[in-house]
Structures are given as structure tokens and as C-alpha cells.
């Protein structure tokens, strides 16, 4: 049983460049989430998502796309990357039917240079 | 949702009960109370939630009072592994919640040996 699985763990972009944060879980949970969490504090929500082809933005959507084309995935995209968006992000998901419990993924650690 | 309020940070010593309180004085009465703590650098882990009546699982007790204005959660004997920062959450679920998972600022607990 995977759960929530992130890809890559870490990543070093230079300004300006673009790259996509994968997550995928196999729970067939229906919300999916993306945080990001700067050092020494605490998690701000980015996007989320209730069901396959649906998102709506989170605290700091600023910077950042996303897409729900399949239950399983809910990739993030950084376009233009820039020093302030480095941090940890992490993917969560969860669903109705597990109280609502949410499993977090083990994060991907970006740094922007 | 409510806004929670928890203290920056706490102290217990190892084997004791650690109590944890968080202020929610403005849930509505659809509103669960929800508990998740963050090991460091780590995704944040699901502990206990509750409605109206006192909760027990492997990991904690969760006490809500009478007029739910506040709740606590229990760590009967902590350990060092214990130490984290914990969230309390309050959520509303089912008709009308948009599901919008977000996290406060949390307690740091530190267990002391």
C-alpha cells in the first residue's frame, strides 16, 4: 500500500525555469491538496481538489497551476520560478468515507537559485 | 470554518500526560474538531477528531467541553518521539463544507527525558 507518493524528493531550479511536482496516491480518495511549508513555519495551503476535474485555489495560489485529470493524480506546476518558492511542499489526500483522515506524502524540497 | 487558537509552545516530561488545549469559541455546531501533528520534516500525520463527545484511540484522548468552545488533546505518556508540532482544526464536513484543509500556527510540544 503506497499512499500518497511525491516525486522528486528534492529538486534545484535555477530563476525562470518551469517544472512539475508530481503526486499520486492509490486510495482512490477523491480530495487532494497541496501545501507548502516555508522554514519554521507552518503549512500554507496552495490548491486543492474534490473530484477528477476539479480545483479551486488555496491561501497562496500565486505562482502556481494545477490539474485533476485523473483520480489517482494531482500534479503541481511552478512556471518562472522564483527564490520566494522555495520551500517543502507537500500532497495530501483523503476522502468521506476515512472520516476524513489525510495522509501527507513525504514532500518534495525545492530550492530556486 | 472557526478559527482555533493554540499556545505557541509547551513543555512536558517524558512518561507524563501531555494536555494540549486549543480555543475554538466561534464552532458552529457542524464543525469537527481535528488533531495533526508534524514530526519534523516530515508530512503531518492524522491523530484523533470529534464532534460533541470525547474520543479515545492508540495514539490519544481527545476532550471537548460541554459547549464546545474548547477542546484538549491527551497524550497519556509521552515520549521523546512525541515531540512535534500539533494542529487543531476545526472542519466542517457534508453540506455546505468546501473542504478546504487548512493548518494554523500549532503547538510546538517538546518532551524533556
Known sequence: NAGVTQTPKFRILKIGQSMTLQCTQDMN?????WYRQDPGMGLKLIYYSVGAGITDKGEVPNGYNVS?????????????????????????????????EAFFGQGTRLTVV | DAKTTQPTSMDCAEGRAANLPCNHSTISGNEYVYWYRQ????????????LKNNETNEMA??????????????????????????????LTLGGGSNYKLTFGKGTLLTVNP
Open chain 1, 29 to 33: 480518495h477523491n480530495y487532494m491538496y
Open chain 2, 61 to 90: 484522548s481527545l476532550i471537548i467541553t460541554e459547549d464546545r468552545k474548547s477542546s484538549t488533546l491527551i497524550l497519556p505518556h509521552a515520549t521523546l518521539r512525541d515531540t512535534a508540532v500539533y494542529y487543531c482544526i476545526a
Open chain 2, 39 to 50: 514530526i519534523h520534516s516530515q508530512g503531518p500525520q492524522y491523530i484523533i477528531h470529534g
Open chain 1, 68 to 100: 485533476r485529470s485523473t483520480t489517482e493524480d494531482f500534479p503541481l506546476r511552478l512556471e518562472l520560478a522564483a527564490p520566494s518558492q522555495t520551500s517543502v511542499y507537500f500532497c495530501a489526500s483523503t476522502a468521506i468515507g476515512t472520516a476524513f
